[in-house]
């Protein structure tokens, strides 16, 4: 499984934050690996990727 978080500086503190409480998967998850700078500009290529496929199956 797959989840999306980020890394949120406020106040010289940094947190991990997205779709996840990092606390309570401790233990359970095998691994947490936070993504420099998030994963943002991959999210946003591979929607602009589908975005394209869709519309060359819509008109062909």
């Given at each position: 499984?797959?989840?999306?978080?980020?890394?949120?500086?406020?106040?010289?503190?940094?947190?991990?934050?997205?779709?996840?409480?990092q606390e309570s998967v401790?233990?359970?998850?095998?691994?947490?690996?936070?993504?420099?700078?998030?994963?943002?500009?991959?999210?946003?290529?591979?929607?602009?990727?589908?975005?394209?496929?869709?519309?060359?199956?819509?008109?062909?």
């Amino acid at each position: 499984m797959t989840l999306e978080s980020t890394e949120l500086k406020l106040d010289g503190k940094s947190k991990i934050v997205g779709d996840i409480d990092q606390e309570s998967v401790m233990g359970i998850a095998d691994s947490l690996t936070p993504v420099p700078k998030g994963v943002g500009p991959m999210t946003i290529a591979m929607l602009v990727e589908n975005t394209v496929l869709s519309a060359e199956l819509l008109l062909n």
